[in-house]
């Protein structure tokens, strides 16, 4: 049984070896079919985890025993949602690449399968040292993907995010090598013993900054973020997928893994600090996404509002705010491949996503123009769809943490449909800007995707359940080791 999240981890290795060893017209599918067998192994795992019973399905080797280094995986109700999200959204993002016309498949394949491997790796990294590894070998995989497959500008933007990644990830190696050589006698990078420190306030202070930077550029948190937009128009759709659905997660599940528990009283100290700057980024964000003309640069911004959203909740240490936070990092995941699915579907077809050169498509494609009102419906959280959940429980628990910053934030409710609402009536209503004629119907695996996706805002609205009462001991166990630090 314990194999099993090994299993998980491994396959997209696997997957990787046969895409690039199988003719490039089969590649696709090859990976396809590879995902959708992870996405089988994680419904299994998800029906035998059991959430009141902590971290399960460990596995420990040595690895570089001199050194105190283990190859050690482990998964509680909150890397299980990392998981789940991965790799629903992965056969999806593979999926939206089908009818593309992709120069050099089979190094395309490999790459997302070899991003898929280490973000997998990140959520269920038990060792300081190993978690590092998988944080960095993610970098590789979309900085390839953006740099090959990029837009005209992708050498100044991919060299700018690397820069910002790579810093952000040394001042990570920096706190982990100082909490090493914190732990007794024969050091480790063990979690548990980062966890059991009892560290001074100097030295929290030094740990948190260290690895919250390399958090907040990840996530991205303002000001931190400037790398993002960029990065997300100019790469292409599958990575932008990739970066925004679930690469960006790495960073919010690092705060709640690894600086929370073990920097609890730098927590305490600077967590206001950090939910101003959260908040400042939701507004600025939000407001920049209302005056943009192209839609797929509307999205990257709305992304920094939602996430900083969700990284202010994390650090309310609210219990129903840090399940809030969890549950939306799942919902802004889907709902934000769905939205850059929707840009990758009208720039297939239309050249552009200027707003001013479209309009009037919903009177030809109503499928399309449905599954976007779903999808938009979802991003600016109206109940009974999935951004609702997440986004009350982390704006009641901000208002609970300080009133004033929880009204700034509430900003949020307003601007988010603002310019989504913008966005949809541009593209889908009034008279259109181009002869309709030439948007083709949508293909088989386009309204697959959009349908999946448009059931999954809706299941998490209805039934959010499913997923928060697998999550909620874990975030309990989570707290309490907080506390006790």
């Given at each position: 049984?314990?194999?099993?999240?090994?299993?998980?981890?491994?396959?997209?290795?696997?997957?990787?070896?046969?895409?690039?060893?199988?003719?490039?017209?089969?590649?696709?599918?090859?990976?396809?079919?590879?995902?959708?067998?992870?996405?089988?192994?994680?419904?299994?795992?998800?029906?035998?985890?059991?959430?009141?019973?902590?971290?399960?399905?460990?596995?420990?080797?040595?690895?570089?025993?001199?050194?105190?280094?283990?190859?050690?995986?482990?998964?509680?109700?909150?890397?299980?949602?990392?998981?789940?999200?991965?790799?629903?959204?992965?056969?999806?993002?593979?999926?939206?690449?089908?009818?593309?016309?992709?120069?050099?498949?089979?190094?395309?394949?490999?790459?997302?399968?070899?991003?898929?491997?280490?973000?997998?790796?990140?959520?269920?990294?038990?060792?300081?040292?190993?978690?590092?590894?998988?944080?960095?070998?993610?970098?590789?995989?979309?900085?390839?993907?953006?740099?090959?497959?990029?837009?005209?500008?992708?050498?100044?933007?991919?060299?700018?995010?690397?820069?910002?990644?790579?810093?952000?990830?040394?001042?990570?190696?920096?706190?982990?090598?100082?909490?090493?050589?914190?732990?007794?006698?024969?050091?480790?990078?063990?979690?548990?013993?980062?966890?059991?420190?009892?560290?001074?306030?100097?030295?929290?202070?030094?740990?948190?900054?260290?690895?919250?930077?390399?958090?907040?550029?990840?996530?991205?948190?303002?000001?931190?973020?400037?790398?993002?937009?960029?990065?997300?128009?100019?790469?292409?759709?599958?990575?932008?997928?990739?970066?925004?659905?679930?690469?960006?997660?790495?960073?919010?599940?690092?705060?709640?893994?690894?600086?929370?528990?073990?920097?609890?009283?730098?927590?305490?100290?600077?967590?206001?600090?950090?939910?101003?700057?959260?908040?400042?980024?939701?507004?600025?964000?939000?407001?920049?996404?209302?005056?943009?003309?192209?839609?797929?640069?509307?999205?990257?911004?709305?992304?920094?509002?939602?996430?900083?959203?969700?990284?202010?909740?994390?650090?309310?240490?609210?219990?129903?705010?840090?399940?809030?936070?969890?549950?939306?990092?799942?919902?802004?995941?889907?709902?934000?491949?769905?939205?850059?699915?929707?840009?990758?579907?009208?720039?297939?077809?239309?050249?552009?996503?200027?707003?001013?050169?479209?309009?009037?498509?919903?009177?030809?494609?109503?499928?399309?123009?449905?599954?976007?009102?779903?999808?938009?419906?979802?991003?600016?959280?109206?109940?009974?769809?999935?951004?609702?959940?997440g986004e009350f429980l982390i704006m009641t628990k901000i208002f609970d943490y300080h009133v004033w910053i929880g009204s700034v934030a509430a900003l949020a409710i307003i601007l988010g449909p603002v310019y989504m609402f913008r966005s949809y009536q541009a593209i889908m209503l009034g008279d259109s800007h181009f002869d309709t004629n030439t948007f083709t119907p949508l293909t088989l695996s386009e309204k697959a995707i959009l349908g999946?996706?448009?059931f999954l805002v809706l299941l998490g609205g209805i039934y959010p359940s499913l997923l928060m009462d697998v999550a909620r001991p874990s975030v309990q166990q989570l707290l309490n080791l907080i506390s006790a630090g």
């Open positions: 049984m314990n194999n099993m999240l090994l299993i998980i981890l491994l396959l997209p290795l696997v997957s990787m070896v046969l895409s690039l060893l199988t003719p490039k017209e089969t590649t696709a599918k090859v990976a396809f079919v590879m995902s959708l067998l992870s996405t089988a192994f994680t419904f299994y795992l998800f029906s035998v985890f059991v959430p009141e019973s902590g971290m399960q399905f460990i596995v420990s080797f040595p690895w570089i025993p001199s050194l105190g280094i283990t190859f050690k995986l482990g998964m509680d109700g909150i890397s299980l949602m990392l998981i789940v999200l991965t790799n629903i959204l992965t056969p999806l993002i593979l999926l939206s690449s089908f009818n593309r016309k992709i120069e050099n498949p089979k190094l395309f394949y490999a790459l997302i399968q070899l991003m898929q491997f280490a973000m997998l790796g990140v959520f269920v990294a038990l060792d300081g040292f190993l978690f590092y590894i998988f944080w960095e070998l993610a970098l590789l995989p979309i900085y390839f993907i953006a740099l090959l497959w990029g837009g005209k500008d992708r050498i100044r933007i991919t060299l700018k995010f690397f820069i910002y990644t790579i810093t952000g990830s040394l001042f990570m190696l920096v706190g982990l090598i100082y909490l090493y050589l914190q732990t007794p006698d024969n050091h480790t990078f063990d979690i548990n013993a980062f966890y059991q420190l009892q560290l001074n306030a100097s030295q929290q202070a030094f740990v948190f900054w260290t690895i919250f930077v390399a958090f907040a550029v990840k996530i991205p948190i303002f000001p931190l973020h400037s790398w993002q937009p960029d990065t997300y128009v100019d790469a292409p759709t599958q990575g932008t997928m990739l970066l925004s659905g679930i690469m960006l997660k790495m960073g919010l599940y690092g705060i709640l893994r690894w600086l929370l528990p073990i920097a609890p009283g730098a927590v305490d100290e600077y967590g206001f600090t950090v939910i101003v700057l959260c908040v400042i980024g939701v507004v600025y964000a939000s407001c920049i996404a209302i005056i943009q003309k192209d839609f797929k640069r509307l999205v990257a911004y709305a992304s920094i509002a939602h996430v900083g959203l969700i990284a202010a909740g994390l650090f309310t240490l609210r219990q129903e705010a840090l399940e809030g936070s969890l549950f939306q990092m799942l919902s802004h995941g889907i709902n934000a491949v769905g939205l850059f699915f929707i840009v990758d579907i009208l720039r297939h077809r239309m050249k552009t996503s200027t707003l001013a050169e479209l309009g009037g498509i919903a009177g030809v494609q109503p499928f399309f123009a449905i599954s976007f009102m779903i999808i938009l419906l979802g991003t600016i959280a109206l109940p009974l769809f999935n951004g609702f959940v999946i996706i448009s």
